[in-house]
């Protein structure tokens, strides 16, 4: 589907409006000179873990342990990961390691 000139100035406006108003809304709900409310410092604190564990699930979710080459590429770079995070203590590493491990696996080792 190609747009008008109209319609494309109406969807950069829109982009351009929705992305102003999450970056502003925040400051005007919680301004610096109130305390940030109990429930947005336990979101803060809770969110993080809860955004990894859906991540794992939804990477995991498709590993069949039945057949070749039964979630040994997962499991290498899940183990990998954890080696690198013990080892160097880093978010950065652990996760930029163990992605470039999981490519090399699956594109290199387990065709």
Known sequence: MIL???QTLITIAALVIGTATTRV???LIFPPNKPTPAFVLYLGRMLPYAVIGFLIVFCLKGVTVMSAPYGLPEA???LSILVLHLW???????IGGGTAIY????QHVFL
């Open 76 to 78: 290498m770079a899940i």
């Open 103 to 106: 490519m090399l696996l699956v």
């Open 88 to 94: 160097k203590g880093s978010i950065l590493v652990s």
């Open 4 to 6: 008008t000139p109209v």
């Open 25 to 27: 809304l925040p400051f």
